[in-house]
DNA sequence: AATAGTCCCAACCGCCGGAGT
DNA sequence: CACTCCGGCGGTTGGGACTAT
C-alpha cells in the first residue's frame, strides 16, 4: 500500500471548507483509522463532513463514512470525499499542488440530489467483477445486479432514501435507478446503511442478553434485535452461529462467565437471570446506562493533532452521541 | 513467501403471512 | 375465495480476511 502523505495544501483545501459551524474532516487510512486533521468542534454534530482518502485502498466500504454522520442526530447536508484517486473529469473543486504526480486530489462534493453522477471514487478493487457486470448489465438491461454493493450503489440509495424516505422498495429500487431488486436495497440499507446501524464487536452485555433471549425465543432473530438497538438480525444470528454455537459445538466453557463474574453485582448466573428476565432493564443494559450521566467521550480540540481515531473510538462516539441525544 | 485451512459476514434464497384487488 | 405483490424472516453460502504451517 502506497502512503501518500497530506500535504499543507490539502490541509489548506480542507480548512477552507471547515468554515461551518458544525464541520469536520478526517483522513481514513489504510488502517481504518481515521486521523483527526481539521476538527473545530466537539464531533457531536456535523452539518458537512469531510473524508480525505489517504493511502490506496482496494476495498473500502461506505460504512467508514457514514461513521460520522451517525453520530449526528441528522445526516450532515453534504459529505465531501478528498482522494488521491485520479479524477476524471476534472473537478472544479479540483486540487493541485502534486502530493502525487500520478494521482490528482479530488474534491467531490456528494450532493443529497436524486441524481448523482459517477463521481471519481471508482476504486480499483471494484474493477473487476461487479463493475463489468454493471456495463454488461447496461447493455443487456433489465438484468438485475447481484453481489456485493458497490459504492456509488451505496451512495444512491442513501441519497434516495435521506431525500425521499423508504417506501415501497421494488419501487424506491426503480425510481432511485438502482438495478436491484427492492429485497436488495431493503436488506442493504437495513443491514448496512442505516444511519443507526451499531457496529463495532458484541458487548458482553449484548451476549448475555442474546443468550437469554435466544433460550426463550429460539431462533427468532429479528424479534431478538429488537431488543438490542442498533443491532441487526443478520448480526446476531451471524454472531450466534460462528461464535456461541461453535463454542457449544466445542463443549468449552463460555469465556464471558469469567468476565461476568469479575463484574460487581452479577457474581453468579441467578443474578445474571433475573436481571434479564425484566424487560425495562434489558434497555439499560445494552445502552450501558447503569445511572448517573452519561459521559461523553473526550475529543481532541481545535488545532490539528495526530490524533487516531480507531474504529472503536468512532462506536464509541455513536453510542455516547445516541446516549446524548436520547435525553 | 507461499499455501492451506479456518473464520467471518454480507448477501442471497426460499418460504410465509398480510394486504390489496 | 383466489390471486398477486410485497415485506419480513430464518437458513444458507460465497468469498475475502485472517491464521497456521
Sequence with gaps: MMEIPISVDVMETVSSFTHHKYCSAFVLNGNNAFTNIALHQPAMSFDIAIIVLHGHFDNISLSNFFLLPISSPKAPSHL??????????????KTHRNINSDSSLCLTLLDPSPVLSLSP???????????????????????????????????ILINYISNHGEGVWNNLARSAGLNRTGKSCRL????????????GNITQQEQLLIMDLHARWGNRWSKIAR???GRTDNEIKNYWRTRIQKRAKQSEPMDFRSNVEA?????????????????????????GGGGGGIQLPQFPCAEFTEHIWTLEDLWLMQSAADDYYMI
Design 80 to 93: 465531501f470525499l478528498l482522494s488521491p484517486i485520479p479524477c476524471l473529469p476534472p473537478s472544479p473543486y
Design 121 to 155: 471514487l471508482q476504486m480499483e478493487g471494484e474493477g473487476s467483477v461487479a463493475s463489468n457486470k454493471l456495463i454488461n448489465d447496461s447493455n443487456q438491461e433489465a438484468e438485475v445486479r447481484k453481489g456485493p454493493w458497490t459504492m456509488e450503489e451505496d451512495l
Design 188 to 199: 442493504r440499507w437495513l443491514n448496512y446503511l442505516r444511519p443507526d446501524v451499531r457496529r
Design 227 to 229: 431488543q438490542l438497538p
Design 263 to 287: 463484574c460487581p453485582g452479577s457474581s453468579h448466573d441467578d443474578g445474571v437471570n433475573d436481571q434479564l428476565s425484566h424487560p425495562a432493564e434489558e434497555q439499560s443494559i445494552v445502552s
